[in-house]
């Protein structure tokens, strides 16, 4: 069935060095992708997305990579500040299209001063 | 300000006991939607609404009614609440039209059925 992973469920950053957050994703039919940042206590907010056409997006200090061959996902943030402290998941729409979204079971980032 | 707003924030109730969690958006989104958030589980789609009047199940449907007799309203209601719906829900909306930007949740509602 559909499933999107992430491989690790903690991450910790110095505060200034970039993070690297991964996913695998199982449906090689999603053609499109986002990351939710969530903060303690709050809903989840979106940060970026991509679609299945492009490899590579960039946003305020965030960056998303999409590679299609081995069905993995990555978002970059640059220069890490200890309010990206947070839950990050991936998410795809699946084969329904954008009935609903499959999400990963989410990294921690912590940031350390 | 543009948001989802669900309420109550936290509910502890007993098992039984008929519930209801609301949902409003203020955007004029045409689709809603319910999710609920289990430790290990992540984030699993209960049902959504693609308009007023418009329902279907989602992966974790039973023990759970919703309604959309309004755009702006997603009521999620618990018949007869159980120990294993304890969780945090989320509503969640979108819109149909330009380009997709994801959904925008509201702040969560953690229920501790007993």
């Known amino acids: 069935g559909e499933s999107v992973g992430l491989h690790l469920p903690t991450l910790s950053v110095q505060e200034g060095d970039n993070s690297i957050i991964n996913c695998a994703y199982s449906n090689s039919a999603s053609d499109y992708f986002i990351w939710y940042k969530q903060e303690s206590g709050k809903g989840p907010q979106f940060i970026i997305d991509?679609?299945?056409?492009?490899d590579k997006r960039q946003g305020q200090r965030v960056t998303v990579l999409l590679n299609k061959t081995v069905k993995h996902l990555s978002l970059q943030i640059a220069a890490t500040q200890p309010g990206d402290s947070a839950v990050y998941f991936c998410a795809e729409t699946g084969i329904q299209g954008a009935q609903k979204l499959v999400f990963g079971q989410g990294t921690r980032l912590t940031i350390n001063p | 300000e543009a948001q989802v707003t669900q309420n109550p924030r936290y509910l502890i109730t007993v098992t039984g006991k008929k519930l209801t969690v609301t949902c409003s958006q203020n955007m004029n989104h045409e689709y809603m939607s319910w999710y609920r958030q289990d430790p290990g589980l992540g984030l699993r789609q209960i049902y959504y609404?693609?308009?007023?009047?418009?329902?279907d199940k989602g992966d974790v449907p039973e023990g759970y009614k919703v309604s959309r007799k309004e755009k702006r309203n997603f009521p999620l209601i618990l018949e007869s609440p159980s120990p294993n719906q304890t969780s945090l829900y989320f509503c969640?909306?979108?819109?149909?039209?330009?380009?997709?930007?994801?959904?925008?949740f509201g702040s969560g509602t953690r229920l501790t059925v007993v």
């Open positions: 609404s693609m308009n007023v009047e418009v329902t």
């Open positions: 991509i679609r299945s056409n492009m």
């Open positions: 969640a909306s979108r819109t149909y039209r330009g380009r997709f930007h994801g959904y925008t």
